[in-house]
């Protein structure tokens, strides 16, 4: 069984994109995980480019001591899919808003999944980079007491803030 202790920095999340292009997207994911001190390893790991590595890093993901993935990806957006196909862990994916068609192709590709191969699938763009990061942050929390006080502290000071905001 992973050790949950909450002292050791060992990667929890692996955040994966299918290119370097998505990293404007997927860098709010990682800001929030940062923000709220949930240790990640992050990679580009393309569905259709470079399968093998796919396959290796996902069928790998648990035993190395991961405990959530986080892909996302644009257009025919296939990573988080294929990532979900290749571990039993949670998957939360995020679809990039593509030149194309904004997204839809993404969040399409990434919601409509085969019954029995789950992917979390959150919005298009930043806000489910976002939230992808804070969804990590709570399953994680679950078992993580310092990371829960955490992450009541940010919700409590965001409600503050819109509470505060003037027009
Ligand atoms: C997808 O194709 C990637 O996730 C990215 O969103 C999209 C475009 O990739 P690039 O051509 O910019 O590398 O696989």
Partial sequence: MPDTSENDARPLVGLIMGST????????AAEHLERLEVPFEKRVVSAHRTPDLLFEYCGTAAERGLEILI???????HLPGMA???THLPVLGVPVRSEALSGMDSLLSIAQMPAGVPVG?????RAGAVNAALFAASILALTRPDLRARLVAFRT????????SEL
Avoid: F, P, Y
């Avoid at 892909?71 to 957006?77: E, I, L, P, Y």
């Fill in 21 to 28: 292009s998505d990293w404007e997207t997927m860098q709010h």
């Fill in 121 to 125: 699938t959150l919005a298009i763009g």
């Fill in 71 to 77: 892909a996302g990806a644009g257009g025919a957006a």
């Fill in 157 to 164: 000071a965001q409600t503050a803030r819109v509470l505060a």
């Fill in 84 to 86: 979900a196909a290749k």
